[in-house]
């Protein structure tokens, strides 16, 4: 069976086919995959806070915003490719974390929309960072990566607080 998932690619949406994965994935591949997303995440929202604050008036040069917005486009592309892999998977993960996913496809592709806008507008410019047609799409990325950070950190940290919970009622129970 062959499932159709969401990957940003190039910063575009595209539709790409992936295998079905193999009946014997449980709960805990979901949860390491969020917290490998979680990982990417956090960094995608940290690139888009440093491209904020190099957005301003003389902050810095069309060469650092490139290459930020680089590094925050691989950044997407990569949480594009996991979040594919996590939804494949979805049916064996728990609801915390198939509500972090769902928040992810969410706001994913905007992310990737708003990569493409502020590139073009690089691309095309070079320069005066400060206008709207630059600024709009690097503030709107700031809100949704810290989103998708912060989504995928409470669903990893409830889930390790539930494995702790369970230990300790287990721990609990044997004494």
Excluded: H
Aim: with cysteine; proline share 4%; net charge negative.
């Amino acid at each position: 069976m062959k499932i159709k998932a969401l990957a940003i690619t190039g910063c575009l949406a595209a539709a790409i086919t992936i295998p079905a994965p193999a009946k014997d994935t449980n709960t805990e591949n979901a949860f390491q995959m969020l917290k490998d997303f979680r990982t990417v995440a956090d960094d995608a929202a940290k690139q888009a806070d440093k491209l904020q604050v190099l957005s301003m008036p003389e902050e810095a040069g069309w060469e650092v915003n490139a290459s930020y917005l680089n590094a925050l486009r691989d950044d997407v592309n990569r949480m594009g490719q996991m979040l594919a892999n996590l939804e494949a998977i979805r049916g064996s993960a728990t609801p915390e974390e198939q509500a972090a996913i769902d928040r992810a496809a969410e706001w994913l592709p905007s992310m990737a929309s708003e990569v493409k806008q502020a590139i073009d507008y690089l691309n095309t410019r070079q320069t005066n960072f400060w206008m709207p047609e630059y600024r709009q799409p690097i503030d709107a990325l700031a809100v949704e990566a810290t989103r998708v950070a912060s989504a995928s950190n409470e669903a990893v940290r409830l889930q390790q607080l539930q494995a702790k919970e369970r230990k300790l009622k287990n721990g609990l129970e044997g004494a």
